[in-house]
């Protein structure tokens, strides 16, 4: 199915993986799914979030999580903001689906949470099947 | 008001800041309320968590914040579970204390939400300061 989807990363807590975020946009865009929050993976994020205040950030990320059918996040840098939009995702009953790098140590909120699916991936072709098995 | 609380801090984010969760724990204590997830200030925590599956942890964790009035969360350290357990408390209307060293870069998702107070630290006396004026 395709669909209307959230995507989180790490922004406050290390943006390392920014490339592999926008790998993620990318394939989830070429698979016909709307990627509203394509700012989480933007290398110009830090700048303009500077410009508005915490509140709006904030008020902006719910309102996009409430439109869509489906969050994903990669859960592979720790991250509060990351798991509260998960939390909040999931009760609100929205799909979550959860990819993090097969050596990242991930909370037990996530892996022992029945209303999450947690992929593993490797490598970017790992990563595409998991979207491709996990998102229809 | 003497309140049951839910101490939030990083497990699988990182360990780093135990000694001030411990610290937390005891302040909490001190001031007469009941801290219901001491395991989280525990030196323990992994190994006696390495026995217990994921679903397990989350099932316990969600029942403890279930039972609480208020969860008090160290943000200092990014942590997916942290993140996780604030949404959670927060939907539920607990009250919700978010404290952080004041150097950290804490989440829009914590400080831009009016659900949840937050409040920096200098010290283990400003803590403790902000224990007896955000908790009563």
Redesign the interface.
């Known amino acids: 199915m395709l669909m209307k989807i959230f995507f989180a990363g790490?922004?406050?807590?290390?943006r390392s993986l920014l490339s592999v975020y926008l790998q993620i946009v990318d394939i989830l865009k070429s698979q016909g799914h709307t990627v509203v929050s394509e700012h989480v993976a933007s290398v110009d994020l830090e700048e303009r979030?500077a410009k508005i205040?915490?509140?709006?950030?904030?008020?902006n990320?719910i309102g996009y999580i409430d439109e869509c059918e489906c969050l994903v996040a990669d859960?592979t840098?720790?991250?509060?903001?990351?798991?509260?939009?998960?939390?909040?995702a999931a009760?609100k009953g929205k799909n979550v689906l959860c990819v993090y790098r097969d050596d990242a140590?991930?909370?037990?909120?996530?892996?022992?949470?029945?209303r999450i699916i947690s992929a593993p991936y490797k490598n970017m072709e790992e990563l595409e099947k998991s979207f491709t098995i996990h998102l229809r």
Not at 10 to 14: A, E, L, P, T
Not at 53 to 59: C, G
Request: charged share 20%; hydrophobic share 35%; proline share 3%.
């Open positions: 790490s922004i406050r807590g290390g979030e205040t915490d509140e709006e950030i904030f008020n990320d859960v840098i720790p991250s509060v903001g990351v798991g509260y939009e998960i939390c909040y009760l140590n991930v909370s037990a909120m996530v892996r022992g949470n029945n």
